[in-house]
Nanobody, 124 residues
Framework: VQLQASGGGLVQAGGSLRLSCAASGRTFSSFFMGWFRQAPGKEREFVAGISSGGSRTYYADSAKGRFTISRDNAKNTLYLQMNSLKPEDTAVYYC??????????????????WGQGTEVTVSS
């Protein structure tokens, strides 16, 4: 499967962005999907994840209450709605797919496919 992330940009603190991740292939609906981010000079970290059917969602503490992950399996698309953005949210955001059926994958090596990343910059 190929993943294409989009929707990043420059936004002021307190603003919102919605990221999208378009997936190719017919197996998108069987994958657990996640969003990760990597800030300059830092390691890539888990942001949010969603089960294959969308019934389970998980968030890093930094994202809880501000970000919402969702998916549309009919459109093979994953989303990340980001509200109340802070300068510390500045990073390249990546979508990723886990085909192994893990219940709650949070580590990078649990994901099999990665998008190319979309850059989010939050100005103060």
């Amino acid at each position: 499967v190929q993943l294409q992330a989009s929707g990043g940009g420059l936004v002021q603190a307190g603003g919102s962005l919605r990221l999208s991740c378009a997936a190719s292939g017919r197996t998108f609906s069987s994958f657990f999907m996640g969003w990760f981010r990597q800030a300059p000079g830092k390691e890539r970290e888990f942001v949010a994840g969603i089960s294959s059917g969308g019934s389970r969602t998980y968030y890093a503490d930094s994202a809880k209450g501000r970000f919402t992950i969702s998916r549309d399996n009919a459109k093979n698309t994953l989303y990340l709605q980001m509200n109340s953005l802070k300068p510390e949210d500045t990073a390249v955001y990546y979508c990723a797919a886990d085909q192994a059926g893990n219940w709650y994958p949070r580590r990078l090596n649990e994901y099999d496919y990665w998008g190319q990343g979309t850059e989010v910059t939050v100005s103060s």
